[in-house]
Nanobody
Framework: QVQLVESGGGLVQAGGSLKLSCAASGFSIRFNTMAWYRQAPGKQRELVAT????????????NYADFVRGRFTISRDNAKNTVYLQMNSLKPEDTAVYYC???????WGQGTQVIVSS
């Protein structure tokens, strides 16, 4: 059974850091491109970052939305079957529910809340 379980969210002051984790089960993240999305209240869900799968020719390559580039880092630990999102220099506009995603076949985690206070 496929599962994605996010953790690490919470309340942090602007300028602070958080590290989100996404523990996967039922499949190997090594062979899957993985992504983080976020959804702020009243807004559409948006892509934050992706990291490519083994066998794509660009294994481990990461891509970021412009609004997080230089502040957030996506990474993977294949041994732990876990994807991470290190978030630094957080801003109040980063407040959202953050979701772990496997694009294909599509699967979503339940989300973890991040609140950045000014």
């Amino acid at each position: 059974q496929v599962q994605l379980v996010e953790s690490g969210g919470g309340l942090v002051q602007a300028g602070g850091s958080l590290k989100l984790s996404c523990a996967a089960s039922g499949f190997s993240i090594r062979f899957n491109t993985m992504a983080w999305y976020r959804q702020a209240p009243g807004k559409q869900r948006e892509l934050v970052a992706t990291v490519t799968a083994y066998g794509t020719g660009t294994y481990g390559a990461s891509n970021y939305a412009d609004f997080v580039r230089g502040r957030f880092t996506i990474s993977r630990d294949n041994a732990k079957n876990t994807v991470y999102l290190q978030m630094n220099s957080l801003k109040p506009e980063d407040t959202a529910v953050y979701y772990c995603n496997r694009p294909a076949p599509e699967y979503w985690g339940q989300g973890t809340q991040v609140i950045v206070s000014s």
